[in-house]
């Protein structure tokens, strides 16, 4: 069957029917600017999408696209696909049909490490659009694959256009809100706050909650502020009271909701006369370093919240003619720049007319012998800014590696001649000609390995109990084994000293550090040696 259609009017009538379009009729101190990047069109896509994922990678630099709706009616003859946008080469990147299936109204959090995503529930774009409570893992590599991650506990009910945010205090996601109809949005999912522990071999709970609740609402925005240590809620649709109150959840002392009395024009859906009016979604990013949230409506319509002000108050921001409808965005806070991209391939930024951040072509680090080499390439306009590098330490501080600032160029080779070889994470301080400073990174560095890896195996694999490590030493030297899960966290170390040239068949009894035998399902097993190194997929059965 091929594409139904319900009646649709010329996109110009919906853009002048957007509110945002007398926004600028606003007489307000803030004022942004939207700028619609090069090479992007409805022709990379075939058809346009809506209530899709935007994903912003600031270490390759572009913009991920994942899932989303047809708006029109029922297409099956749709190969669904999901693509990447190069913000260097301004291109567009088919990425294929293979990992989470194609859904929309899902959530997605950025987490502790930059390179990987947590995605969780969301509608089947096909089956009836049924609502999904499965959890998945993007990893952003050179060539992003995704990857179902195995929780425990009891799962939240399935859902779609919820919240989640990550709680970095507890490295945890935090979920909330939501629908559960078919095909519409008009069946509330249960009142609860539900959270998966990273740490905690990922685990749901749902969490105990006081205080007065908001009432349930969807395609809302939710904001981890970090220093205040609190969930925000702002706008989306309401199943109850008018969804334009913003609502904290505390998480110290206890858990509990309060309602802000925050003033002024809120962020606001419900009154986007729109031909698809539940579609529009609120997004909101939190500008740590100004402490303030950025709002946005999927249209062009943008406002702020100075959470350092003596009152709460919504400041709406005068912009230019942005990106047109239904666009869905994600923020990279060490630039304060918004990425939207929209139903019709185009990709727009937005930032505030406070400052102009230096901004990174490339951004990348790599070994040479047993250097680390940190580059990175600027515009010609941006040579005079100034640079530092720093190199970030296990314990998440960061330590500045270059005594004079870099300047003067468009591209810099930075050498770190004592690298550790377990990998690193490099970030550059980047002060602008106007004295704005910003970061920029992780750039990272992996583990070090020769040309030739270590010769390494497990057996069997799969593997029930106590497998055995195969591996041969051509000179003597240091010997790491070391089991992760796939989300980079070590969970066993079975071999770790000083080792005689020869070979090895070392058993180990598939417990982790803990004690523990591991669960079933997948892991990474790295060995390495001073200069060589091999990573092997293993997995236990029952």
């Not at 009729?25 to 896509?45: E, H």
């Not at 550059?428 to 070090?448: C, K, M, N, Q, Y």
Request: hydrophobic share 35%; with cysteine; charged share 20%.
């Amino acid at each position: 069957m091929g594409r139904l259609y319900s009646l649709c009017f010329p996109a110009l009538l919906i853009a002048l029917l957007d509110p945002a379009a007398v926004q600028g009729q606003v007489a307000d101190s803030l004022t942004g600017t939207w700028v619609k990047l090069p090479d992007s069109s409805i022709d990379t896509w075939g058809f346009p999408y809506i209530s899709h994922l935007t994903l912003y990678d600031s270490i390759h630099h572009r913009v991920i696209i994942h899932g989303g709706v047809y708006p029109y009616g029922i297409d099956d003859d749709v190969t669904p696909k999901w693509f990447s946008y190069s913000l260097i080469s301004h291109s567009w990147s088919d990425l294929g049909t293979s990992g989470s299936s194609f859904r929309f109204d899902h959530s997605a959090v950025h987490g502790s490490d930059s390179q990987k995503v947590i995605t969780f529930g969301g509608t089947e774009m096909y089956g009836f659009g049924s609502k999904r409570n499965d959890t998945w893992m993007l990893y952003l590599s050179q060539s992003p694959f995704w990857t179902q991650l195995a929780t425990r506990g009891d799962l939240p009910p399935p859902r779609a256009g919820h919240s989640a945010i990550y709680d970095s205090k507890r490295d945890r996601m935090v979920i909330w809100g939501g629908y559960d109809g078919f095909l519409d949005e008009t069946s509330p999912i249960p009142n609860e706050v539900w959270a998966l522990s990273f740490s905690d071999s990922l685990r749901w709970s749902r969490l105990d909650v006081g205080g007065a609740w908001p009432s349930s609402r969807y395609r809302h925005a939710a904001v981890y502020d970090p220093v205040r240590n609190e969930m925000l809620i702002i706008g989306g649709h309401s199943f109850g009271d008018s969804p334009n109150p913003v609502w904290a959840l505390h998480f110290t002392p206890e858990i509990r909701w309060e309602r802000l009395n925050v003033s002024g024009p809120a962020p606001n859906l419900d009154n986007l006369l729109v031909f698809w009016p539940r579609y529009p979604r609120q997004f909101a990013f939190l500008d740590e370093s100004r402490n303030r949230i950025l709002a946005y409506n999927g249209f062009r319509s943008i406002w702020v919240l100075d959470l350092g002000a003596p009152e709460l108050h919504w400041q709406p921001v005068s912009t230019n003619q942005g990106p047109p409808w239904y666009f869905t965005a994600d923020y990279d806070p060490t630039t304060a720049t918004m990425y939207a991209a929209g139903n019709n391939g185009e990709v727009w930024t937005f930032r505030l007319d406070e400052f102009v951040p230096v901004e990174f072509l490339e951004f990348k680090a790599s070994w040479e012998s047993l250097s680390a080499r940190v580059r990175w390439t600027v515009s010609e306009e941006e040579a005079p800014a100034e640079f530092h590098v720093y190199r970030e330490s296990s314990a998440g501080t960061r330590e500045k590696l270059t005594v004079t600032p870099l300047t003067g160029s468009t591209n810099y080779d930075f050498a770190d001649d004592a690298p550790p070889l377990a990998g690193a994470k490099y970030w550059v301080e980047a002060i602008a000609r106007d004295g704005t400073p910003s970061w920029h990174g992780p750039a990272v560095l992996p583990p070090f390995s020769a040309l030739k890896p270590i010769a390494a195996r497990l057996t069997p694999n799969p593997f029930r109990s106590n497998p055995t490590i195969h591996f041969d030493l051509s000179h003597s030297g240091f010997v790491s084994a070391t089991v992760y899960d796939l989300l980079g966290r070590e969970i066993a170390r079975p071999i770790n000293g000083e080792y005689p040239v020869g070979p090895y068949d070392m058993v180990w009894d598939g417990r982790d550090k803990l004690g523990r035998q591991l669960r079933e399902g997948m892991y990474i097993l790295h060995v390495q040696t001073q200069d060589r190194s091999t990573s092997i997929k293993i997995s236990r059965i029952k």
